[in-house]
Each structure stands twice: as structure tokens, then as C-alpha cells.
Nanobody
């Protein structure tokens, strides 16, 4: 059974960098044709896709967040991470990591709440 678990600080100050990690069990982040995304949902708003790192280490970002977002991975720990720089209160959201495979439904983590204080 594949499981994803987000971790990171629940509270970050404005202008700082938010670091989040997704720990994966039951699957390898280097599995062929797998894609590992970060997605967030601000309060009262819809889901926003932030970026992805694929099985071969390629990264793609949302144009609106590209200048502040970095996604990386640690294959030895089977983890991938998000760094969001220069955060503002508008970055407060529930942050999710997600696995997309060539076939089958996406698999989501439970999400982690992040609040940015001004």
C-alpha cells in the first residue's frame, strides 16, 4: 500500500522560506513514469498545483510560483521536498503531496496545515 506523508513547520513567518517534505512508503520515487507533485489549498479556495518532480528527477513548476518554488528529492530516503521562498500570509494553506502514475488514480497525502504569520 502506497502512503505519502507531508511534514514541516506548521507556522512560518512572512519573508521566510517554507520547507516541506513528503515521505513515501510502499513505492519508490524513482519508479518508472511516476510523478510526485505538491499541491495546496488556501482556506476557502480551490486546489492549486505548485509543481512536480518526475521519476527521472525532472522538475516542472506552476508559472505563477516558479520564481519562489523549488522541488528536490532524496532517493536514499525516498523523500521529495518543497521549498517556497519569500512567503506571505497568502501562502497559508493546506499543503499536499501527490503521486501520479501512468495508470490508476492519484494517491494523496493527508496534507499539512501551514500558517504564515505577518
Amino acid at each position: 500500500q502506497v502512503q505519502l506523508q507531508e511534514s514541516g513547520p506548521g507556522l512560518v513567518k512572512a519573508s521566510q522560506t517554507l520547507p516541506l517534505t513528503c515521505t513515501v512508503s510502499g513505492a519508490s520515487i524513482t519508479s518508472s513514469y511516476s510523478a510526485w507533485s505538491w499541491i495546496r489549498q488556501p482556506p476557502g479556495k480551490g486546489l492549486e498545483w505548485m509543481g512536480v518532480i518526475t521519476y527521472d528527477g525532472s522538475t516542472y513548476y506552476s508559472p505563477s510560483l516558479k520564481s519562489r518554488t523549488s522541488i528536490s528529492r532524496d532517493t536514499s530516503k525516498n523523500q521529495f521536498s518543497l521549498q517556497l521562498s519569500s512567503v506571505t500570509p497568502e501562502d497559508s494553506a493546506v499543503y499536499y503531496c501527490r503521486l501520479d502514475l501512468f495508470s490508476g488514480a492519484p494517491i494523496w497525502g493527508l496534507g499539512t496545515q501551514v500558517t504564515v504569520s505577518s
